[in-house]
């Protein structure tokens, strides 16, 4: 499988996602709300999000994995601060 794709949910998409999910990112049923408004099941949030961590920390990817959420990620949460987002104003700090 390629690295930017885990079932449904890619890597830019799984970025996507968690940075909507700010500072709830530890709330599953709060994570599974975003996933579900943006179109994806319980089932293909959980299972994503347990593939793409296993992935980002897994030592034998040498980072890439980690090095693509992180900029995809960067990305997205500046364009929710741009556009007034909460959950982008919330990771102000970061």
Not at 66 to 86: I, M, P
Request: glycine share 8%; net charge neutral.
């Amino acid at each position: 499988m390629l690295m930017g794709q885990t079932g449904r949910i890619s890597i830019e998409k799984y970025a996507e996602l968690c940075a909507k999910m700010g500072d709830i990112i530890n709330d599953n049923e709060a994570c599974v709300k975003i996933a579900e408004s943006s179109g994806y099941s319980r089932a293909e949030w959980n299972s994503a999000h347990t593939r793409w961590q296993k992935r980002i920390t897994d030592p034998e990817d040498m980072g890439k994995t980690a090095s693509k959420f992180v900029e995809c990620w960067q990305d997205e949460v500046k364009k929710l601060r741009t556009n007034g987002d909460s959950a982008g104003n919330s990771l102000k700090d970061r």
